[in-house]
C-alpha cells in the first residue's frame, strides 16, 4: 500500500511565497529576483516531484522506472551497506519493493536544498503493518542527493541512504 505523502504541495508552495517575498523586496521588486525566486521553488517543486516519482514507482512494484531514476553511478547506502546501482538491483530493490507493497504508512518530506545542478532532499517516515508474519512499526529517515547534466534536463538520484529504527508506541 503506498503510503502518503503529506505537506509537499503546501511546503513548495509556502517556499515559493517565502522566497518571492524575500528576494523581490531585495532588489525593490526587479523582474530579474523574481524569476530567480520562481526558479528556485520550480526546481525544488521538480526534486521533490523526482522523490515523489521514486516512491511510486517502488510502492507499484515498478523496477525499471526505479532503475531509469538512479544514476549510472549511484550509490545506495541502506541496511549497513553501501551498493552500487547494479548491486541494489540483484540485492535489496526486490525486497524493498516487497516491503513497500506490504506495508502502509506515512511519507513526509521534511526539506528540499538546490545549489545550482545539485540538490538533496531529506524526508521521514512512519511504517505500520505485517511482513512475512513479523510485526513492523518503524520510524525511518531519507537522504536523497540529486543532480542534473544542465538546467532543463531531469533530476537523477545519485545517493540514496535510508536508515530506520523501531518504534515503541
Known amino acids: 500500500m503506498r503510503p502518503a505523502v503529506t505537506g509537499v504541495a503546501a511546503a513548495l ?13 531585495a532588489v525593490a521588486a526587479s ?8 526558479t528556485m521553488a520550480s ?33 545506495v547506502l541502506e541496511s549497513g551497506d553501501v551498493e552500487t546501482r547494479a ?12 516491503y513497500a507493497r506490504a506495508i502502509s504508512g506515512t511519507h513526509r518530506l521534511v526539506s528540499v536544498v538546490v545549489h545550482g545542478d545539485a540538490a538533496w532532499a ?3 517516515s512512519i511504517s505500520q503493518g505485517r511482513m512475512k508474519d513479523r510485526p513492523i512499526n518503524s520510524a525511518g529517515a531519507e537522504l536523497m542527493v540529486l543532480s542534473r ?21
Open 122 to 124: 531529506s524526508s521521514t
Open 43 to 75: 526546481d525544488s517543486a521538480f526534486v521533490a516531484a523526482t522523490v515523489d516519482r521514486f516512491h511510486a514507482a517502488i510502492y507499484a512494484g515498478d523496477s525499471a522506472t526505479v532503475l531509469a531514476m538512479l544514476a549510472p553511478d549511484a550509490i
Open 149 to 169: 547534466q544542465a538546467r532543463k534536463s531531469p533530476w537523477q538520484i545519485r545517493a540514496l541512504h535510508w536508515s530506520s529504527h523501531r518504534r515503541t508506541s
Open 31 to 38: 523582474k530579474s529576483a523574481t524569476l530567480v525566486a520562481v
Open 13 to 25: 508552495a509556502a517556499t515559493a511565497l517565502i522566497l518571492t517575498a524575500a528576494l523581490v523586496p
Open 87 to 98: 548491486e541494489y538491483r540483484s540485492h535489496h530493490l526486490p525486497a524493498d519493493i516487497e
